[in-house]
């Protein structure tokens, strides 16, 4: 393999800057698309937190009005919609992208060419998103980006109520790129049924490869849905179709269905990549197997199939009957029951190991602590009467926080951690990676815990501003002076990326001593990966390769 | 223990075959068509729920979608895209054998009957729109009809479009018993616009009057 | 690698941080409880939920104590499995082998899936029990029946029963012959979906346009209690704030009586009333008794019997009620009431006849 120590093209260094630009626009390499969808996300990420920054600036004091209403309603719009459609999914897709065909030994994903479509699907989408704050004429002639929430709630979204077209701009952005999500849903499923390398069957894969298989049959599956009802929104809108018009028969409550349908199984495709990372991660710092795989895999499938069926529990407070509102709050408790078996098997994969706390493993542990807290109050929510007082409250922005920036945010920070120098060939800075951690945790156990105290005192989401005498100022004050810290530690990952990529540490092929086929080639990867297609005898290749003596298939 | 030694990638280990269910390109159109389903689900659970809704006094299904009486213009057209299911069933067959001539003249009947099934939506668009004044804006039924029926069309006219373009290089001579395979893939496409519509009939035309 | 934290500086920041973050939660909720001093009669100054003033709301926050009982166990014992790991099982700084091996366990994994599974039975069966309790599909007898109707961005109420309309202050009796009365809203919607939420007295129940809804409260004490709208309704959603008055009998049979009569009409005034008359005001609000019977705007009948207007977004004084006749847009920005233009005179003169609308 030293033979592959230069990557990939010769002629790459001689590059002029344009040819260099056009051989990115023009890639149809997994790799290549990897890297742009991660970026791309993470520029996403900066823009949505510097949205949510505004928000906590305008909500630090009661009666403030740093903001008018309609901006921090569009501000939430725009947050809600770009860290779920234009962060979560792109980072998701990005790293699936880059790591799962290296990880079953396959030199691209099955369709290469779509795979570049569906990228580019999902920035212009993105693009056509934001361009509504130019684009979209408001009601007074004014740019405007749509205000409707990031679930967009018919029939405030139909002509009478949302005038302009900022609502189409939601519309159509997201359609466009939830097409480019699900081609590369259905890419990766091929590539994970059809591309295996030798000897990989479906239970030698590594845990990571199983839990994206269920991701993108969950993308496959509800993002179809979404696709349909805003279709059917959008006409009638634009053509004066009558599904969701109140006045004309249209129904506000179908609207609902259809968008949970899919918005649930949608945040469990967000954090199901968050499990596949550190289910990655927590073995190689532990130095340890993970414990019980099967049941890690059984679990996986399980979480699949139950969050299609739990959709209603978001619509408690809409007056259902009770025995619809009881069976849902039954199959949405029921899917904590697979969560639980994940989280036990990844503490006991670190009972009795050794464990290092680089930073990976520092952003994994961090993880566990928080998505725990998300989980347990996403358990509360389910209790329907509990939820009677609650949702739509601050405590439902606490949970879905600590489940998404704990949960999902953390792990994609693992993540980054994890295979940057891999994918760069740098390591990131150990001390910097350090500090982002605690601020970040610091940070953001500041800006959401307090909300949980909000909700419950009775604050309602989504207000640009409230009274003094309600009792909520402090728990406001400290969500907002969380963000500072928080802000302090997404600098210091910037800071970080920049430093590193300049004159970072060089990561050798395998810095992390890891078991999985990507730490089998070089650092950055060939343009085809693999010399040779690699053959595997159980789900953790380089573990038999380093320990002759010891191999995995003996016992599996 | 064992004193295996490790020389390269390929440690000594109990030799697997390599089995593999399906090829990537069979893989990838069964994933289209399962997402298709969960579109056109959502489309078809939406018209049901909306069934019998419309305030009365506006045009009803029962009025303008009749399946009982004489020429049954519908079923007739159903009859037409629901063999022609057959027609390319034959012609993957012929093709796969090597017969390009039996391929060229199924292909082509498939195309036919398509496109007999098109222009019949059409003609009963026209009927609604310009006779019965039933349009998208009329009521719920017909923003739930022309979206689902139109939907449909829509993938009709895609996969006309896919089968003409085969069509066209077959006569220039294009194509061989090789290409069976992807040929086949465009029939699964096919045989799932048909039984897409195999649902539309029964939600649309039955059980919604 | 980096540089290194000594273990015992590192092992004291982690559990600095432990102990932060127990103590926050553990002081959060006697925080809750302390924000909300209890005034003799019953109201709050949050619209807390661990102040109920109502059965249904006494019945979710015992099963809430409940469900926070089991959950914080959990946390308890996952977070201090967590924090084990990271002392007991962190890796000596010289040790460069590898951990045992252990793929799993057959009788552990069964034990953590049966556990939680035995929990979430209990968990399900309270609750379930809870949800048949307090869903009321039909009126509970006795009940007095008031239609709750949300507008962008105020609230209608209706009292069928003695046949008056008024908006924005939702007045109830706390008892009447003496006993407990139920007061069972019927939710409707006149254009998007609100949701009415007042903690104190119950969960939230959303107002749907095209679908009744209704929502069960029975006030144990007298006392005004604030809630809000809490589903995303549009601009001024944040400002569709609720006032519900629990008054003692004899108080609310005043209250009944007086709202039941028509307009005050004091011939003082007349100048303003005329103006008022002349302006599109009429066209959206009614003043029963006059020819002002628009049905889009709150009632104004008795407009001074309320004490905030624009649904509570600023107190009911002569100065505000000018501020918002001269632009409302100024007080309540994006609301559906437009600036009438008028000259400082003229809304000087309106303002002088709304004063007298008691
Ligand atoms: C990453 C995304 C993510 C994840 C993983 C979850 C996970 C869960 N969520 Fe959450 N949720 C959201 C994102 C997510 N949620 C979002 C974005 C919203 C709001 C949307 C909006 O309105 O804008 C929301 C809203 C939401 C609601 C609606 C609230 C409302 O609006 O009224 C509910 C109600 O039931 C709920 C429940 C749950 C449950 C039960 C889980 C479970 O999956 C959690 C399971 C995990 C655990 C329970 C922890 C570990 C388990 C153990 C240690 C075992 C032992 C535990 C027990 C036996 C209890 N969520
Ligand atoms: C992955 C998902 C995700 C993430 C990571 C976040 C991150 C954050 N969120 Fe978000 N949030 C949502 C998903 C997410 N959110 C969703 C789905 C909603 C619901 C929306 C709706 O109601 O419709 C929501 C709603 C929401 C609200 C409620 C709004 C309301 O109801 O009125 C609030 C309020 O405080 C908030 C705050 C924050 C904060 C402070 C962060 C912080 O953690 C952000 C941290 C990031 C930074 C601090 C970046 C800082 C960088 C800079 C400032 C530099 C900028 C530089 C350049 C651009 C060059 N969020
Ligand atoms: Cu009405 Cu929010
Ligand atoms: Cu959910």
New binding site residues.
Partial sequence: MTALDHSGNPLRAKATFLGRMHEWVSTADHKKLGVMYVTTGLLFF?????E??M??WQ?AVPDSSLLSPSDFNRL??M??TT??FL??MPILLGVANYIIPMQIGARDLAFPRLNAFGFWLFLFGGLLLYFSYFGAQGLYGMGSSPDV??FAYAPLTERTYSRGHSTDYWILGLLVSSFGSIATGINLITTILTMRCPGMTLMKMPVMVWVMLIDAILIMIAMPPLAAAQVMLLFDRLMGAHFFDVQGGGSAILWQNLFWFFGHPEVYILILPAFAYVSEIIPVFCRKVIFGYPLMVAATVSIGFISLGVWVHHLFALGLSPMVNTIFMGSTMLIAIPTGLKMFNWVGTMIGGKIRFDTPMLFSTGFLALFLIGGLTGVMLSVVPFDWQVSDSYFV?GH??YV??GG??FAIFAAIYYWFPKVTGKMLSETLGKWQFWLLFIG?NL?FGPMHVSGMLGMP???YTYHADRGWELWNML?SIG?LV??AG?TFFVWNVIQSLRKGKDAGADPWDGWTLEWATTSPPPEYNFEEIPKVYSCRPLWDLKHPEDPDWKYE | MTTLKAQSMTVQAPPEPKSQLLNSGKCGMLCLIVSEIAFFGTLLAVYLFYIGKDPVGTIAPSDVLDVSVAPMKVVFNSIFLLTSSIWITLAVRCLARGNIMGFALWWLLTILFGAEFLVGTGMEWYGLIAVEGLTIRTNLFGSGFFTVVGFHAAHVTIGLFLLSLVFVLTCLGKMHKRHAEKVELLSWYWHFVDGIWIAVFTIVYILGN | MSRRITPASRRSLLRGIAIAMLAAIFLAVPEAWATAPICENGATASPTMFAPRSVPAKMILDLSWLVWGICFGIFLIMEGLIILCIFKYRRAKDDDTEAPQIYGSNPIELAWTIVPTLIVFVLFLVSARTIFEIEKTSAPEGSLEITVIGHQWWWEFDYPEYGFVTANELHVPATRDGKRVPIYLTLESNDVIHSFWVPQLGGKTDVVPNHINHLWLEPTMTGTYVGQCAEYCGTQHANMLITVVVHPEEEFEKWVAHQKTEAVDDDTVAVGRDLFQRTACINCHTIRGTVANGTFAPDLTHLMSRSVIGSGVVSNTADNLAIWVYDPQILKPGCRMPSMKLTKKDVTEIVQYLLTLK
């Fill in positions: 900066l823009i949505g937190g510097l949510a920054t928000m906590r909500l939430f719009t947050h809600g860290m779920v962060v979560g929430g990031w922005v879905f926080h998404l920036f999902l945010v953001f800006t989401r989504r207000i969500s963000v928080q802000i997404v």
